[in-house]
């Protein structure tokens, strides 16, 4: 099953692309209010036990790299829809 996804690209752009192991994501917030949800979701996976799930670096102009193991995709895309970054989730 593959996931996909919407968001509104009036608040942000994303790019994913797959890196052997990892998806890493480009995060651009063009409403800095959306900060908050961005780090919930970073938050989320600080919470859990597990180091290398999901590493976030931060960039100038409300830019992100987020690296995040496969296994913990599905879960990475829930968090960004359960804090309203994405419009609407399907697994096709």
């Known amino acids: 099953m593959k996931v996909e996804y919407t ?3 009036n608040l942000l752009e994303l790019k994913e692309s797959i ?3 990892e998806v890493e994501f480009q995060i651009r917030l063009f409403d800095s209010e959306l900060k908050n949800k961005l780090k919930k979701v970073r938050q989320y996976f600080d919470e859990n ?3 290398t799930d999901i590493y976030f670096y931060i960039h100038p ?3 992100y790299q987020v ?3 496969r296994d913990y995709y ?3 895309i829930i968090q960004l829809f ?3 970054l994405l419009k609407e989730l399907k697994w096709t």
């Open 49 to 51: 036990k597990v180091l």
């Open 74 to 76: 599905d879960e990475f």
């Open 67 to 69: 690296i995040v193991r």
């Open 82 to 84: 359960t804090q309203q």
């Open 19 to 21: 890196n052997g192991n």
């Open 61 to 63: 102009n409300n830019s």
């Open 7 to 9: 968001y509104d690209q």
